[in-house]
């Protein structure tokens, strides 16, 4: 079973940067971050497929987000940069043991573990 605990959340005004850490017990073959604001569905953010280090971003994040691994701390971070007030939202990190291939590292229904979360609040 992968355990996952993310942080790094908090408050920050708009322009601001967060990096979000989530430390794993095991590595995945697919890594996500997804984020969920109140009324809205859960959102994929960014994610990594990591035997081939193929990343995706959605568009509303590209240019602003960066996913990266550091393996040998096991941990995965988002760092947030040029942060906007429609980027608050609970950011949950998720991983797959075992995918099939980067093509679903943007799906929720791909990652079997996940998070507790942690919050991300933007002031305009």
């Known amino acids: 079973q992968v355990q996952l605990v993310e942080s790094g959340g908090g408050s920050v005004q708009a322009g601001g940067s967060l990096r979000l850490s989530c430390a794993y017990s095991y590595s995945s073959m697919c890594m996500g971050w997804f984020r969920q604001a109140p009324g809205k569905e859960r959102e994929g953010v960014a994610g990594?497929?990591?035997?081939?280090?193929?990343?995706y971003y959605a568009d509303s994040v590209k240019g602003r987000f960066t996913i990266s691994l550091d393996n040998a701390k096991n941990t995965m971070y988002l760092q947030m940069n040029s942060l906007k007030s429609e980027d608050t939202a609970m950011y949950y990190c998720?991983?797959?043991?075992?995918?099939?291939?980067?093509?679903?590292?943007?799906?929720?229904?791909?990652?079997?573990?996940w998070g507790q979360g942690t919050q991300v609040t933007v002031s305009s």
């Open positions: 998720a991983a797959a043991f075992y995918c099939s291939g980067a093509w679903g590292i943007h799906d929720a229904t791909t990652y079997g573990y």
């Open positions: 990594i497929y990591t035997p081939g280090g193929t990343t």
